[in-house]
């Protein structure tokens, strides 16, 4: 790579002309994220700019307020245990796929990864017309199975990334020394793509966290989630506590973005031990 000081002049102005592209394009992407967070703070109920003034209000009426706190509680509860089922079946089906060799194996692939690629709401009809006969609508378990289904494909993208650079020597080498397959994938395999798994759990929460679709079909008054009641919230009565909502939302999926990069860099350093 040529130094800095050693750039021609064309070069320095494609560099400027590059950097200011790419900034321009950031802003405008985050632009309309950046704009959200100075009113969740504003003192009048009108979401308009400029601020009348600094309050809390609206995140205290968020934690004080019973409906948006059970649609938290919903979220969380509906999030965590679709990830847990999506990440131990997306575990699995990585596992499957990366090991065995079959006809139809990418037939297979492209079945597991449908959900990210067929229309959410032709997804959230048919989840809705298979359910129903089921009297899993308006339900916990049918929409705990929805986003499983829509959680799972990128548990699938993520733990196969992570075996594609995975020694199956180790594996065998495990067995060969009397360990049960069980015992391989606990003490062996485990350990070491531990990055990718979590890294597809997070992906997995986050997607049924900010789910609204499915959850406006399939769930009933009881599962009403925060994005069906931010959804509700802003075609019924436009309230300055949905941008409280949105600011925490905000908050939440930059901490989930730091964690992915952070079990992202210690993969690549585990990767690098192992080679």
Not at 24 to 36: D, E, G, N, Q, R
Not at 180 to 185: I, L, Q, S, Y
Not at 208 to 235: C, H, K, W, Y
Request: hydrophobic share 55%; glycine share 6%; net charge positive.
């Amino acid at each position: 790579m040529r130094s800095a000081h050693n750039r021609t002049t064309e070069e320095w102005i494609w560099l400027v002309v590059l950097w200011v592209s790419a900034c321009s394009v950031l802003f405008f992407l985050m632009a309309p994220i950046l704009a959200i967070i100075p009113l969740s703070f504003n003192e009048g109920q009108f979401l308009t700019y400029p601020l009348s003034g600094f309050s809390l209000r609206w995140y205290e009426d968020f934690f004080t307020d019973e409906s948006w706190l059970r649609a938290l509680k919903n979220s969380v509860i509906i999030g965590v245990a679709s990830t847990l089922l999506a990440t131990v079946l997306g575990t699995l089906a990585s596992l499957g796929l990366v090991k065995a060799n079959f006809r139809g194996k990418g037939f297979l692939m492209a079945v597991l990864l449908s959900p990210m690629i067929v229309p959410l709401v032709i997804t959230a009809v048919g989840f809705y017309l298979f359910f129903a006969p089921f009297g899993l609508t308006a339900s916990y378990t049918g929409l705990i199975l929805a986003h499983t289904a829509l959680a799972s494909p990128f548990v699938v993208i993520t733990v196969s990334a992570t075996l594609q650079g995975f020694d199956m020597n180790l594996a065998r080498a495990a067995a060969g020394l009397g360990a049960d397959p069980m015992t391989v994938f606990r003490r062996v395999m485990l350990p070491l793509i531990a990055p990718g798994v979590a890294s597809g759990a997070l992906f997995a929460f986050a997607t049924s966290f900010d789910e609204v679709v499915v959850v406006l079909l399939v769930a009933g008054p009881e599962q009403r989630t925060l994005p069906r009641e931010m959804f509700s919230g802003i075609r019924e009565n436009i309230s300055p506590t949905i941008t409280a909502v949105a600011t925490i939302l905000i908050v939440f999926s930059t901490v989930l973005l730091v964690s992915l990069e952070v079990l992202r860099r210690r993969n690549e350093r585990m990767r690098g031990l192992r080679g």
